[in-house]
C-alpha cells in the first residue's frame, strides 16, 4: 500500500548494547521553517533500567544554536545515528541545566511501540463527582538524580482560538502531564484537509498531531524518529500513553525559537496533514502515513446579541474528547460571557454516538456569581466521559451539537424553608407540605404538596428530604454505579435520567437498612433476605428510599437541601 509513498530506505539500527561512553554521533532536527539541521552528540554512558524494560542514553548535545536555547521543546524525537545507524531519538532532559544534557530513547524500545496491542491501563474512569478529566492520564515521566530530575522534554501544545483564562485555568493540569499550552502559535485554518506529498517528511521534521481543528484547533508538536516504508515513529516518549487511538498529524514549520531560563522551545505551525496516530505508548508515537482518521464534527453556539457560532472537528477518542469538550465550551463562554458578576447559563444541545438510536440529551441550567463556564464547561463533559470511559470500547461519538444562552442575573433559589403540616400521622394517612425557595430580591416561591402514608406502614420516624438536583443525584449515586448497564443503550438511559437543576426534588424515606442491587432497591428487606443480601455484592445504607416527589422552580436554578422529620404512630 505504501510502496509508491516515497518514503526513506530502512536505516540499520545501531544496537543498544554497542553504545558506549565517549562515542560521537549526531541529530537531526529542524530549527527554521522545514529545514532539517544536523547537532552534535557525544554519548555520556547508559543508563540502564531506568523504567520497566527501558534503558536511557545520556548524551551532550552541541552544535546549531543549541549552546544558547539547550534541549527545546518539540525537539523530542530528533533522531540520533552514531556511524550512520540510527541509534535513537531525543527523550529526555535536565530541566534549568546550564548545558543541552539529554536522554535518548533506544530505537529498539520505539520499534516494538508499532506492535504493542496491549490494552493501556488508565489510573482510573471518571466519576461524577470528579472535578479533574485529566486524572485518567498518567502524569509525566522523571527520573530524579538528588535534587535534579531527568524528565521527558515537554510537549508544546498550541492553542488557536481560544481565549487566554482557558489556556490559565486548564494550564496546571496539562502541565502535571508532561504538556506545555501555548497560545496563538498556530491556527486551525492554516491546516490543509488535502493529504500532503509525504516524500516531505523525514526524520528530523517537525510534525504537529492534531486533537482539534477548525475555529478553534489544539496542536501536539514534535519531530519524527524514523519512517520505515508507510509506518512513522516521533516523540521519543508517550504524548498522552492512551495506547491504540487514532488521531491525525500534520506536516510542521518552526517560525522561530524561543530560548528560556526553565527548558526553551519551538514556536511552530502545522501546514498540511500526513497521517494518523495508531499508536501512544510510553515509548513513542507510531502511525502510518497517508492514512485519514475520522473526526468528529462539534458545533457550539452562544446567544448573546448576534449569535456566535463555532465549528470544530475532533478527535473520536475517550479519554481526549471529554477534555477538548471541557476546554471548547469553557472558552465559548468565556469569550462571550462577563467573568464577573452574576450569571446564569442555559445549555441544550446532543450528544450522538454511531449505531445508537438516542443521544445524551443536555438540558441544564447554571446559575453562579463568578465561574459559570466552570460549572457549565465541567458539568457537561462528565456526561461524555462517564459514558465513553464505562467499559463499551465500540461506542464512538457521532456529532457533538451544543446552544448555549445566558442571562447577566443570578436566577437562582436557595431551599429556604421546609415543613410538615402535622407532627404525627397513622398509616393511610396524608402529611401536608410546604417548600419555601427565596432568591434574591425578595423573590419567593411557596409549593405545597402532599405524601400518603402507605397502608401496613411500621412506627417510627418518616424523613422527608428536600434537595436540588446536584444533591439528589449525590444520594442516589449508589443506584446509578450499581445499575451496572449492559448496553450502551442503557448507559445512556441512566445518564439521561439524572436530575436537572430547575427542580427540587422531595425524598421520602426511612432510618432503615436499605440494600442495592443492580440498580433495584430493597427497603427494609426481611431477616430472610437481608441475611442474603449482606453475603451478596448488594451495595447498603443506612436509609431506605421509598417515595419521591418534584417541584419545578420554572426556569431558576434550585440550590440547597433541607430535611424535615414526623413520626408515623399506631
Known amino acids: 500500500m505504501f510502496a509508491t ?5 530502512q536505516v ?51 552544535g546549531g544554536p543549541l549552546e544558547k536555547t539547550g534541549v527545546l521543546q518539540g525537539m523530542s524525537g530528533s533522531p540520533v545515528y552514531i556511524d550512520g545507524r540510527l541509534v535513537g531519538a531525543v527523550a529526555m532532559a535536565f530541566p534549568f541545566s546550564k548545558e543541552p544534557v539529554a536522554g535518548i530513547r533506544p530505537i529498539e524500545e520505539m520499534l516494538s511501540v508499532a506492535t504493542d496491542a496491549q ?3 488508565t489510573a482510573a474512569r471518571i466519576q461524577w463527582t470528579d472535578k479533574d478529566l485529566t486524572r485518567v492520564f498518567p502524569r509525566a515521566q522523571e527520573t530524579l538524580f538528588g535534587e535534579t530530575r531527568l524528565a521527558d522534554v515537554a510537549t508544546p501544545v498550541s492553542f488557536a482560538g481560544f481565549t487566554r483564562e482557558t489556556l490559565d485555568h486548564f494550564a496546571p493540569q496539562l502541565r502535571a502531564l508532561g504538556l506545555e499550552p501555548r497560545q496563538g502559535v498556530s491556527g486551525g485554518s492554516a ?14 521534521s517537525m510534525i504537529s498531531v492534531q486533537l482539534l481543528t477548525g475555529d478553534m484547533s489544539v496542536g501536539a508538536d514534535g519531530t519524527v524518529t524514523h519512517i520505515d516504508g508507510g509506518k512513522i515513529y516521533a516523540f521519543g516518549h508517550r504524548f498522552l500513553s492512551i495506547g491504540s487511538t487514532e488521531l491525525p498529524f500534520a506536516r510542521a514549520e518552526v ?3 524561543l530560548p528560556v531560563l526553565s527548558t526553551s522551545f519551538k514556536i511552530s505551525t502545522a501546514r498540511e496533514l500526513m497521517g494518523a496516530i495508531s ?4 515509548t513513542a508515537i507510531a502511525g502510518e502515513l497517508g492514512r485519514r482518521a475520522a473526526m468528529v464534527p462539534v458545533s457550539i453556539s452562544v446567544a448573546r446579541g448576534p449569535k456566535t457560532g463555532y465549528q470544530m472537528q475532533m478527535v473520536n477518542n475517550r479519554f481526549l474528547a471529554p ?18 458578576g452574576p450569571s446564569t447559563v442555559a445549555v441544550r444541545g446532543e450528544i450522538e454516538f454511531q449505531n445508537q438510536p438516542k443521544p445524551i440529551k443536555l438540558d441544564n441550567l447554571y446559575a453562579a456569581d463568578n465561574g459559570s463556564a466552570i460549572q457549565v464547561s465541567l458539568s457537561t463533559a462528565i456526561a461524555l466521559a462517564y459514558v465513553m470511559q464505562s467499559g463499551f470500547d465500540k461506542l464512538e461519538l457521532k456529532r457533538v451539537a451544543i446552544e448555549i444562552e445566558s442571562f447577566d442575573e443570578k436566577k437562582q433559589l436557595r431551599i429556604d424553608q421546609v415543613y410538615a403540616g402535622r407532627r404525627e400521622v397513622r398509616p393511610g394517612e396524608k402529611v401536608p407540605l410546604t417548600v419555601v425557595l427565596a432568591g434574591d430580591n425578595g423573590v419567593e416561591q411557596s409549593h405545597n404538596l402532599e405524601y400518603t402514608v402507605p397502608i401496613g406502614a411500621s412506627v417510627g420516624p418518616l424523613c422527608f428530604t428536600v434537595a436540588d438536583g446536584a444533591n439528589t443525584n449525590f444520594m442516589e449515586l449508589g443506584r446509578i454505579i450499581g445499575s451496572s448497564p449492559r448496553t450502551p443503550e442503557q448507559l445512556i438511559s441512566v445518564v439521561n435520567s439524572l436530575r436537572g437543576n430547575t427542580r427540587a426534588y422531595v425524598r421520602v424515606w426511612r432510618p432503615n437498612e436499605n440494600f442495592q442491587l443492580d440498580g433495584e432497591e430493597f427497603p427494609s428487606p426481611p431477616a430472610s433476605l437481608s441475611l442474603i443480601l449482606t453475603g451478596s455484592q448488594a451495595g447498603q445504607t443506612r436509609n431506605s428510599k421509598i417515595g419521591e416527589m418534584e417541584i419545578d422552580a420554572k426556569d431558576m436554578v434550585v440550590s440547597g437541601v433541607k430535611t424535615i422529620q414526623v413520626e408515623v404512630k399506631e
Not at 509513498?5 to 530506505?9: E, Q, S, V
Not at 465550551?329 to 464577573?340: G, P
Open 5 to 9: 509513498l516515497g518514503a526513506p530506505a
Open 12 to 62: 540499520s539500527v545501531f544496537p543498544l548494547h554497542e553504545v558506549k561512553a565517549g562515542q560521537r554521533g549526531i541529530g537531526k532536527t529542524v530549527f527554521s521553517g522545514d529545514k532539517i539541521e544536523e547537532f552534535q552528540v557525544e554519548v555520556l554512558g547508559v543508563l540502564e533500567n531506568i523504567g520497566p524494560r527501558q534503558s536511557l542514553i545520556l548524551a551532550r548535545l552541541s
Open 191 to 204: 491546516v490543509s484537509a488535502q493529504m500532503g506529498d509525504p516524500s516531505k517528511l523525514q526524520p528530523g
Open 119 to 121: 490494552p493501556v491501563r
Open 279 to 282: 499508536q501512544d505508548r510510553s
Open 255 to 257: 517560525m522561530t525559537l
Open 323 to 340: 477534555l477538548l469538550l471541557q476546554m471548547a465550551i469553557f472558552s465559548s463562554i468565556d469569550a462571550t460571557e462577563r467573568t464577573v
